[in-house]
């Protein structure tokens, strides 16, 4: 028997990078690493003849790993909203040589119930809910796996896995990772839309749910942000390790979070009063504070230390819970104390 993690392996070396992403690896706009790809899929745990259906069609590549996976008894249905990327794919499909994928242009929150139902369902990019049409698309103890935002801010994705069981979400588990937010008819969302302060000139943004509806304290603490030039290392942090420590602080929920971003500094951290400090998450771990004496800066670094002394949760160990929700479900962290 194959494992998994051989199978993908297999799958990567089979299928011609170069040929989907041309030799600059920028044939279409979005692309992601073979590597992020190929753990995903070795959560999705995809196996010999299994029926898959992806959302996001991309440079077709995923859809030729998945096709290499299932195997030639197996089928892959790629659903992308852009026409173009479908008609692309399509083309390189056949040119491989792969006769098991059948790429369709369409809505891929609405699926596509006539090739139903699937083994597995993938998606690359984030909806603002887990569809009840994917659920229902999905066979009897089928799986699924898709980002979806954690929280009502900037930079929350995480990728979350279950299992379909009498019709609903079940045994879900959450996986680092972030793709696009999901293009549907007549909208368009961005990661921006839940910015609640920009500065076009700074290229900065501040985001939380606390902060809505409060645009000039928004803007206010955005200017602080910026204008903060305290640079503090944290010893033994990098990346993965602060994606980990994002996604803990996002169950943590102390108050005050905030998620932000400088230039190309992207992080999470908190307010207290007119004081901010923030972590990076990428590229680095270094903290944007207001002072060396901030009490935000302190309680970011009190909140790193509480981190560590629970042992350095990762993302896969936090608990997670769905509720019902239109069309489909929420997904949230269960807090953590």
Known sequence: MIH??????????????????????????????????????????????????????????????????VGPDGSVVSMD?????????????????????ASISGDGISGVPEYAPFDRVVAWTTPDRIPRTWVGQTAEGGRVLHPLAMASMTYSTAMVSFVVEEGRPAHLSLHRGAYVRMAEPDNERSEADDAAARDTEADAYLSAPWLSGRPERAAELLGT???????????????PVTD???????ARSPEGLVSAGVGDRVGYGVVDG????????????????????????????????????????????????????????????????
């Open 244 to 250: 980990h420590l994002r996604m803990w602080l996002i």
């Open 225 to 239: 942000l910026v204008r903060s030039s305290l640079h503090d290392a944290v010893d033994g942090l990098d990346w």
């Open 81 to 101: 909203i852009r026409g173009s990327l479908i008609e692309r794919a399509d083309v390189l499909h056949r040119e491989a040589g792969y006769a098991n994928i």
């Open 4 to 69: 998994a993690h051989d199978a993908v392996d297999a799958a990567v070396e089979a299928v011609d990078e170069v040929h989907y992403r041309g030799r600059d690896g920028r044939a279409v706009v979005h692309t992601t690493p073979a590597g992020v790809i190929a753990r995903h899929l070795r959560v999705l745990d995809v196996r010999p003849g299994m029926r898959v259906l992806e959302i996001g069609t991309g440079s077709g590549m995923s859809a030729a790993l998945l096709a290499e996976l």
């Open 274 to 337: 007119d004081h901010i400090a923030v972590m990076g998450v990428l590229p680095d771990a270094r903290i944007i504070a207001d002072a060396p004496d901030s009490p935000a800066l302190k309680r970011l670094h009190d909140l790193v230390e509480e981190w560590n002394q629970a042992g350095s949760p990762e993302t896969e160990s936090l608990p997670v819970d769905t509720a019902p929700a239109e069309d489909g479900w929420r997904a949230t962290i269960c807090r953590v104390s």
